[in-house]
């Protein structure tokens, strides 16, 4: 059974950071594109990043680039995405999904951006 | 990037009876590979959302047959033969055609 576990989540201040997490079991992680994709209930779902099988190549939507890096562990059947420069509107719960077009859904970890 | 129009934004429906959700996309979703990246998903209340349909028609392991998609181009929809209390919740249309991939803005089922 495929199974996405994300944790990392919390409360930080504007400008600050925070790693989140998503281990990943039931299927060979190597072999799958991995995503984030965040949700909140004024813009709904927005895909934020994919990383490759082999971490080569990384996309992100543009409200991201330059302050969050999506990485993995592939010994260790991990997803990472370090968030940096945190801002209110970044305020969502951010979800870990297989393949680039999301396949298989983690349950989600909340961060929330405020003073 | 390309817009992805739901519609109706809220759908009331009797169990046992059809529905239908429509998606438009403000560019067509056609490929240069040939391909048409168009999904949907289906959100139950307080859960993650899971993919129901892959390339416009094609059914997901363990999505009931009741379940089904349909389209080209820009114009895309997804049926539903007879309404089971299951399948209320909240559900997207995706398209991943055209980086920036992109979500429809949500259609939420109801049971009348």
């Known amino acids: 059974e495929v199974q996405l576990v994300e944790s990392g989540g919390g409360l930080v201040q504007p400008g600050g950071s925070l790693r989140l997490s998503c281990a990943a079991s039931g299927f060979t992680f190597s072999d799958f594109w991995m995503s984030w994709v965040r949700q909140t209930p004024g813009k709904g779902l927005e895909w934020v990043a994919n990383i490759k099988q082999d971490g080569s190549e990384k996309l992100y939507v543009d409200s991201v680039k330059g302050r969050f890096t999506i990485s993995r562990d592939n010994t260790k059947n991990s997803l990472y995405l370090q968030m940096n420069s945190l801002r209110a509107e970044d305020t969502a719960l951010y979800y870990c999904?297989?393949?680039?077009?999301?396949?298989?859904w983690g349950q989600g970890a909340l961060v929330t951006v405020s003073s | 990037d390309v817009v992805m129009t739901q519609s109706p934004l809220s759908l009331p429906v009797t169990l046992g009876q059809p529905a239908s959700i429509s998606c438009r996309s403000s560019?067509?979703?056609?490929?240069?590979?040939?391909?048409?990246?168009l999904n949907w998903f289906h959100q139950r209340p307080g859960q993650s959302p899971r993919r129901l349909i892959y390339k416009v028609s094609n059914r997901d392991s363990g999505v009931p047959d009741r379940f089904s998609g349909s389209g080209s181009g820009t114009d895309f929809t997804l049926k539903i033969s007879r309404v089971e209390a299951e399948d209320v919740g909240v559900y997207y249309c995706?398209?991943?055609?055209?980086?920036?991939?992109?979500f429809g803005q949500g259609t939420k089922v109801e049971i009348k």
């Open positions: 995706f398209q991943g055609t055209h980086w920036v991939w992109t």
């Open positions: 999904a297989r393949e680039w077009d999301f396949d298989f």
């Open positions: 560019q067509s979703l056609v490929h240069s590979d040939g391909n048409t990246y």
